[in-house]
């Protein structure tokens, strides 16, 4: 079970509070969905949970399965299950994508005292997950992200959970920027990644990701703040509304 | 001073020369540009009197070989081995070689009309002591003619057991259409200072590997003088592993029209002793020639990098393309990188551009390697392999890569 409790995370570099007091609790095998304006602190939230230097938890404590994760570097929280979708994903010039994907797994596997897979292990691994993706290997053999589209990067993003087989799935609007298809195919993955102890939080603006990832409860966020929480209802009335009237 | 006391020989007149040239020029003069940010000290004295501390290494750092190379020439202490010539002679439809005290005490020896020359050209508007010393104190080397539309992969392995001065002279000349890649590796107790130069005819294809090992106990000075005729073809690439002061110049004339050029280098440092210099001058006398400077250090633990870079067009040389580039990756903050890249150019229809940028890792960079569970160390160690990435896809020759590799992890474990 993943919690965030009573969460207050200040942006050390400006020394802003973002988030304000926020309580989540995610069961095995739900899937969460956050919609909420622009600046809202959702990316916030995701970067804290992830454990990025420089999101400063002031107040309040995130938890999985009862124990605290805020002393965990980042690679130590990844290794205990959780992953997050960037939403811009970054290119790095010189890391191959195997090789990082390989280090990444094996990294996790021995964090876990799992045997680690050796190359032709790992790319049979790899290239059948690539293949339900509609990923190219080709195009892995290129450095991490640089000169893919904004639709490929978000696939490899993707594409990398399913193969390091998170717990914990955080997706910050891994479906801005997919065409048709490929949204498809990216919710198809996701779904095909459900299951009874995998839970997910999805960041979204659109409600139409939501009719492919059926979620068990929508959440607004505002200011750092969840405002409102329903079923997947909210994101249809978000949809033809807007959010001025749950701001008011 | 002249080759020995008994009899005259060709060489004796160059000797001469560069002597009464060192004489002339104020090795110490610190107010030369030349010397902007490293003493001449650091390198003649070192060189000729002092024993910098050895610290033996543990690694074993040579290299295998096996299945790799045509051939291979070697120097120990700083002594060519004749017998590793031999292999090399069997090809003597291809290939000429000799020692380099063979060659200067023939009389008729094909080197007596190229041997200094490509050095002469170098010494505007600097007169380079350290080479100049080399002209008057070497008397070992290998010079070597490739003949026409040879082609031909060599290693020349420089041991060195004793911490000896080692003051050798290289000459290699390149006919047209020939396709040759010299791989020197440096490694062991030994001290340096190398004059290579080169002589490349038309079309010729040349690619010139140097990888100093981390083992190397003390000052390493390696001077390449290139002549570069129409359209060919040279890749100089520098690997610096040392600890101790490097210093790398490059110096290539490239006389005719349509030649390409690449100078590169990459240099890690991690002690306060190590100091990498790339001082490089590439001159641009005919149309339409190419020519690009890539140098990347990454410094840590008071480690210090020097880039003197110059590209100069000459007015005739219209349509030439001019690239330099160099980048400092300070791991420590108690490192420097100096650099000083520098164009003069003296037509109106070219195209060159110069850029340095110096910083750390990334964090953005860090996180993202991080969050997919990549430890902080190991997520580093991918980050600085990747900044020297754009050195090792100059080269594809996978085990030679492999060999660099290595050196990087060891310097990274
Ligand atoms: N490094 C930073 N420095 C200063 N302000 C920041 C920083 N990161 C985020 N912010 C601010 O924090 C607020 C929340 O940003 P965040 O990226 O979390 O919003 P979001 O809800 O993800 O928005 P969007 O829907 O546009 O992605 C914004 O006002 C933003 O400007
Ligand atoms: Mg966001």
């Given amino acids: 079970m993943f919690e965030i409790q009573n969460l207050h995370v200040n942006i050390s570099e400006v020394d802003k509070k973002i988030i304000d007091g926020i309580n989540l609790k995610i069961n095995p095998g739900e899937v969460h969905a956050i919609m909420g304006p622009n600046g809202s602190g959702k990316s916030t939230l995701s970067y804290t949970l992830s454990g990025k230097d420089g999101y400063q938890v002031i107040n309040g404590d995130i938890k999985l399965d009862d124990e605290s994760i805020l002393e965990l570097e980042a690679d130590e929280r990844a290794a205990k299950g959780i992953f997050l979708a960037f939403q811009y ?101 996701v779904n095909s990644l459900r299951s009874d102890n995998r839970s997910f939080l999805i960041i979204t603006h659109y409600q139409r990701l939501l009719n492919y990832i059926k979620p068990d409860f929508v959440h607004i966020m505002a200011k750092g703040k969840i405002i409102k929480t329903a079923g997947p209802e909210l994101a249809i009335e978000v949809e033809e509304h807007g959010y001025t009237h749950l701001l008011t | 001073m002249c080759f020995d006391n ?27 540009e030349y010397w902007r940010f490293a003493s001449p000290s650091i390198w003649y004295d070192n060189y000729i009197n002092k024993k910098l501390p050895s610290e033996k290494q543990i690694e074993n750092f040579s290299f295998n070989y096996d299945g790799m190379t045509d051939f291979f020439i070697k120097f120990k202490d700083g002594m060519l081995d004749i017998s590793s010539l031999t292999e090399l002679n069997k090809d003597e439809k291809n290939i000429e070689v000799s020692s380099y005290k063979d060659a200067v005490t023939n009389e008729n020896h094909w080197s007596s009309k190229k041997f200094g020359l490509a050095q002469t050209n170098a010494e505007k508007p600097y007169k380079r002591p350290l080479a100049l010393f080399n002209g008057l104190d070497s008397r070992e080397g ?142 641009h006398q005919e149309e339409s020639s190419k020519s690009r400077q890539i140098i990347k250090n990454a410094l840590s633990g008071g480690a210090k990098a020097i880039f003197q870079g110059k590209i100069y067009v000459s007015s005739v040389a219209q349509k030439t393309d001019g690239y330099q580039m160099s980048n400092g990756l300070i791991l420590t903050d108690n490192c420097q990188f100096l650099v000083k890249p520098e164009l003069e150019i003296y037509a109106d229809d070219v195209v060159c551009s110069h850029g340095s940028i110096s910083g750390t890792l990334n964090d953005d960079h860090l996180f993202y390697l991080q969050s997919r569970g990549i430890p902080l160390l190991e997520a580093q160690k991918q980050l600085i392999q990747a900044f020297f990435a754009e050195i090792l896809n100059e080269i594809n020759d996978e085990k030679v890569i492999n060999h660099i590799q290595k050196q990087i992890s060891i310097k990274l474990a």
């Fill in chain 2, 142 to 283: 290998v010079f070597i003619k490739f003949k026409k539309g040879m082609r031909k992969k060599f290693h020349i392995i420089y041991e060195g057991n004793e911490q000896k001065k080692s003051t050798i002279r290289n000459l290699f000349d390149f006919e047209e259409d020939v396709d040759i890649t010299i791989i020197e590796h440096f490694y062991g107790d030994s001290k340096y200072n190398i004059v290579s130069e080169f002589f490349n005819d038309k079309n010729s294809k040349i690619e010139h590997i140097k990888i100093i090992n981390q083992d190397i106990t003390d000052t390493f000075i390696y001077h390449l003088f290139g002549n570069c005729q129409k359209n060919s073809n040279i890749k100089a690439i520098n690997f610096s592993f040392s600890e101790n002061p490097v210093r790398n110049e490059v110096n290539l004339h490239l006389e005719g029209p349509e030649c390409n050029a690449t100078v590169a280098s990459l240099g890690f440092g991690q002690k306060a002793t190590s100091i990498c210099d790339n001082t490089v001058f590439i001159s």
């Fill in chain 1, 89 to 189: 994903p970054i290119e790095i010039p010189g890391v191959g994508n195997l090789s990082f994907m390989r280090t990444a797994l094996n990294s996790q596997r021995k964090y876990n005292g799992n045997s680690e897979l050796n190359p032709a292990e790992f790319l049979k691994v790899l290239k059948e997950k690539a293949n339900n993706l509609n990923i190219d290997m080709e195009m892995l053999k290129r450095p991490l992200n640089v000169g893919f589209s904004g639709g490929e990067k978000k696939r490899n993003e993707i594409l990398q959970m399913a193969l390091l087989e998170p717990r914990f799935c955080v997706l910050d609007e891994t479906d801005s920027g997919l065409d048709v298809d490929a949204m498809k195919q990216v919710s198809n993955g």
């Fill in chain 2, 6 to 32: 008994k009899n005259s020989y060709w060489i004796d007149s160059f000797i001469k020369k560069y002597e009464e040239s060192f004489k002339k020029v104020d090795l110490l003069d610190r107010k030369s």
